[in-house]
């Protein structure tokens, strides 16, 4: 995954009841939490945590 790919993000991470798609803002290498994914979704909202949250759209 790369900026400006759509992903989608795990309800565990947005506290949402489903997986919510946007595009990939930010990509970070974090040294303590390893790579960080920044998304923004059709809202406005943006969602950032650890790469195992999320997945590509398709």
Not at 18 to 27: F, T
């Amino acid at each position: 995954m790369k900026k400006g790919d759509k992903a989608k993000v795990s309800p565990k991470l947005t506290g949402e009841p489903e997986w919510i798609e946007g595009e990939i803002i930010d990509i970070e290498k974090n040294p303590f939490k390893g790579i960080v994914i920044a998304i923004k979704d059709q809202l406005g909202r943006i969602f950032f945590g650890e790469e195992r949250y999320f997945l590509p759209a398709s």
